[in-house]
C-alpha cells in the first residue's frame, strides 16, 4: 500500500507570491491534517479535512487555506508569502479521523522556503 | 488550550543502553489519548506508542514504554537497548477524543545513539 505522498518535495518562493502544495493519502483513507513544523514554534496544526468537509481549524490567518476533493487527496494554499511562513509542511491521513484510534500516517513533508 | 512541553532539546545514549525521554502536558479534559512520534532524518513521521489516558497500564511496544503519571500530567518515553536507527527527533503529542485530528506537539527531543 503506497504511503502518504507529498508534492512538491521542495519549493523556493518569492515574499508576496501564492503557493499550492498537495497531499495524496493512503488509499481507503478520509481523514487528511496539515501541520507546519518550524525550528522555533515545533508542529502546530492548520486544519483538517474529512470527506471533503474542514473539520477543524488551528491559529493560522486566513491566508492559510485548504480543500479536499472527493478522492481525499487535499491541497494546501498560501497566499502572499511572509518570510515567515518558510517551514516544513507535513500532511497527515487516517482512516476515521480520529487520531486515538486511526493512526496518523504522515508524508514525508514539503519544504517551502520563502525569500 | 492544552499545552505540551518537552524540556530536553537534545539527549544522547550509548548503543544497548537505556534512555528516557521526558514529557508533560496541560489540559483540563479528561478524555485524551498521548502518543510519541519519532522523525528521523528522512522527515517522515512514525509512530512509536500511544497511551490512552483512562487506562491506568503503561503502554509497551516492544524496546518502547511509557511511564504515564496522569496526576503529574507526565509521559514519559523510555527506549530500552537503543539501537543506531533510533537516533532522531521525538515528539510527544497530545490529543483529545472530540477534536480529530488536532494534535498538539511538544517541540521535540533530538535523540543521539552513540556506538
Known amino acids: 500500500k503506497a504511503g502518504v505522498t507529498q508534492t512538491p518535495r521542495y519549493l523556493i518562493k518569492t515574499r508576496g507570491q501564492q503557493v499550492t502544495l498537495s497531499c495524496s493519502p493512503i488509499s481507503g483513507h478520509r481523514s487528511v491534517s496539515w501541520y507546519q513544523q518550524t525550528p522555533g514554534q515545533g508542529l502546530q496544526f492548520l486544519f483538517e479535512?474529512?470527506?471533503?468537509?474542514?473539520?477543524n481549524k488551528g491559529n493560522f490567518p486566513g491566508r492559510f487555506s485548504g480543500r479536499q476533493f472527493s478522492n481525499s487527496r487535499s491541497e494546501m494554499n498560501v497566499s502572499t508569502l511572509e518570510l515567515g511562513d518558510s517551514a516544513l509542511y507535513l500532511c497527515?491521513?487516517?482512516?476515521?479521523?480520529?487520531?486515538?484510534?486511526?493512526?496518523?500516517?504522515f508524508g514525508n513533508g514539503t519544504r517551502l522556503t520563502v525569500t | 488550550a492544552q499545552t505540551v512541553t518537552q524540556s530536553q532539546p537534545e539527549m544522547s545514549v550509548q548503543e544497548a543502553e537505556t534512555v528516557t525521554l521526558s514529557c508533560t502536558y496541560d489540559?483540563?479534559?479528561?478524555?485524551?489519548?498521548l502518543f510519541w512520534y519519532k522523525q528521523p532524518p528522512s522527515r517522515q513521521m512514525i509512530l512509536v506508542i500511544r497511551q490512552e489516558a483512562y487506562k491506568q497500564q503503561n503502554a509497551t511496544e516492544n524496546r518502547f514504554s511509557v511511564n504515564f503519571q496522569k496526576a503529574a500530567k507526565s509521559f514519559s518515553l523510555k527506549i530500552s537497548d537503543s539501537q543506531l536507527g533510533d537516533a532522531a527527533m521525538y515528539f510527544c503529542a497530545l490529543t483529545l477524543t472530540n477534536t480529530g485530528n488536532q494534535f498538539y506537539f511538544g517541540t521535540g527531543t533530538s535523540l543521539t545513539v552513540i556506538p
Open positions: 497527515a491521513s487516517s482512516f476515521q479521523g480520529g487520531g486515538w484510534n486511526s493512526p496518523l500516517h
Open positions: 479535512y474529512f470527506s471533503e468537509t474542514q473539520r
Open positions: 489540559t483540563s479534559e479528561s478524555d485524551y489519548y
